[in-house]
């Protein structure tokens, strides 16, 4: 059973960090992508970032280069979203999610309803 479990949210001010971690059961990490998805109230649900499963590469979505990157420890079957730099329109709920055919290209893997498996989401907050 796939399951997909969030955390790390909070309320922080501009210019803070943020680690979020999506513990992962049910699959293996070096074989599915993980994507990191967030929604603002009366948004679309967006991509962040994403790492592949086979290679471990990343991608990253533009309004988050340079401030997020991600990682995962298979050890830990945890994938992790380093976010520095935050600013008020990083503001959402984040998601993990996974389900794209391992040989998915990123065209594919950015688009939220490629995905099966999400988790239940954590707040992120970034205000003064």
């Known amino acids: 059973q796939v399951q997909l479990v969030e955390s790390g949210g909070g309320l922080v001010q501009p210019g803070d960090s943020l680690r979020l971690a999506c513990a992962a059961s049910?699959?293996?990490?070096?074989?599915?992508?993980i994507g990191w998805f967030r929604q603002a109230p009366g948004k679309e649900r967006e991509g962040v970032s994403w790492?592949?499963?086979?290679?471990?590469?990343?991608y990253y979505a533009d309004p988050v280069k340079g401030r997020f990157t991600i990682s995962r420890d298979n050890a830990k079957d945890t994938v992790y979203l380093q976010m520095n730099s935050l600013k008020p329109e990083d503001s959402a709920v984040y998601y993990c999610?996974?389900?794209?055919?391992?040989?998915?290209?990123?065209?594919?893997?950015?688009?939220?309803?490629?995905?099966?498996?999400w988790g239940q989401g954590t707040q992120v907050t970034v205000s003064s």
């Open positions: 999610a996974t389900g794209p055919s391992p040989l998915a290209g990123w065209d594919i893997l950015v688009r939220p309803h490629e995905y099966d498996y």
């Open positions: 790492i592949r499963g086979s290679d471990g590469s990343t």
């Open positions: 049910g699959f293996t990490l070096d074989y599915y992508a």
